[in-house]
């Protein structure tokens, strides 16, 4: 039995509305009829209906507002005043707005809709595709508590989601929505380490990524900081030592540090665009 009844519509069916529409059917959030989805691009169109098994493919933006209570505008942000301009005539009073389009404000949205249209804006990242997305969101003015409850719900289905004021959103998206792009550089490069140290590039690869992966369980598992972790793990005189000491020569925490400022600020500037 699906826990929310509302109908759940995303205009632009791309890998994002693809991995929210999995994780509500996957976790029992909703049905699969319950989620209709509609995008210009047949390709989306087909990978959306093969991830979301029964879910409506409808060909005309309006019509999945028109049988929607919640719809996601997955398109890119400057896309955005395009499809606004489409629908505004459509939206009711039922509706709820979900915005994904990085650097769109919702002053910005709210000034092409009705003074009533309820809006929310989400920073989601990729991973939720896998279910371990790490996700912010802000309300309009005119969302309610119980809009911002089921947007949390639906996050909460591919991973974690937190409530946040819309002038942190920026960095958000700076940090956790471009984030994991650094990860994977991380990755690559921990793993080609390996391989110049003689380690084949499969098992580098693999070890690289584990690494990783449990070097994060562990900061959310256990109590500790990361800075309190790392330095349980390095001795004096020791390997690990030598190695931060090499990444600190290489200015490796302050490249990592630059790149989420650099998207934060590129965040802000198409959000002025």
Not at 35 to 57: I, K, N, Y
Not at 165 to 172: P, S
Not at 195 to 204: C, H, R, S, T
């Amino acid at each position: 039995m699906a826990t929310l009844q509302q109908k759940i519509g995303f205009l632009g069916s791309g890998r994002m509305a693809t991995a929210l529409a999995r994780g509500c059917v996957r976790s029992g959030l909703v049905n699969s009829s319950q989620v209709l989805a509609a995008d210009p691009h047949e390709a989306a169109r087909q990978v959306f209906a093969e991830q979301v098994p029964g879910a409506q493919m409808i060909d005309d933006n309006r019509q999945v507002l028109a049988a929607s209570d919640l719809v996601v505008l997955a398109v890119k942000p400057q896309v955005m005043p395009e499809l606004l301009f489409q629908i505004a005539k459509d939206i009711a009073t039922r509706h709820v707005l979900v915005s994904i389009a990085a650097g769109f404000t919702l002053e910005k949205m709210a000034a092409s809709l009705p003074a009533y249209a309820r809006l929310v804006r989400v920073m989601p990242n990729t991973p939720c595709l896998v279910g371990l997305g790490a996700s912010c969101y802000s309300l309009g003015p005119t969302a309610t508590a119980e809009d911002g409850a089921m947007v949390q719900k639906i996050l909460d289905s591919v991973g974690q989601a937190f409530a946040v004021e819309e002038k942190m959103l920026d960095a958000v998206t700076g940090l956790s929505g471009s984030g994991p792009a650094f990860v994977y550089t991380l990755i690559e490069a921990l793993a080609g380490g390996g391989v110049a140290e003689g380690l084949p590039a499969k098992l580098a690869g693999q070890l690289a990524a584990q690494t990783v992966r449990g070097a994060a369980e562990m900061v959310l598992a256990t109590s500790y900081s990361p800075a309190e972790l790392r330095d349980q793990v390095t001795s004096p005189g020791g390997t690990t030592l030598a190695g931060l000491e090499a990444l600190d020569q290489q200015h490796g925490a302050a490249a990592f540090r630059a790149a989420v400022k650099a998207a934060t600020r590129r965040s802000r500037e198409l959000g002025q665009t």
